[in-house]
């Protein structure tokens, strides 16, 4: 199963979100210099979204009142 994939908030590459933050990820464009470098987006935490909820998948459905206990 793949993760779902979201944009970064620094580098704005689309990026598998894990356990509610950002993998870990290189900047965008060509090594220059050979070095590694990591997005300052990399392992930040990812808030919920319109396109993932939640993240256990579970929505809690919108309507007034009481929710049914089962």
């Known amino acids: 199963m793949s993760s779902r ?5 620094e580098c704005r ?4 979100v894990v356990a ?3 993998a ?4 965008p464009g060509a090594r220059g210099s050979g070095e590694l470098t990591s997005c300052p ?11 993932q909820p939640s993240l256990d998948g579970y929505v ?8 049914p206990l089962f």
């Open 13 to 16: 590459r689309e990026i598998a």
């Open 60 to 67: 809690v459905p919108e309507f007034p009142g009481q929710m």
């Open 41 to 51: 987006g990399s392992r930040r935490l990812a808030l919920p979204g319109p396109e």
């Open 24 to 27: 870990r990820h290189d900047p």
């Open 5 to 9: 994939r979201r944009p970064c908030p």
């Open 20 to 22: 509610g933050r950002y």
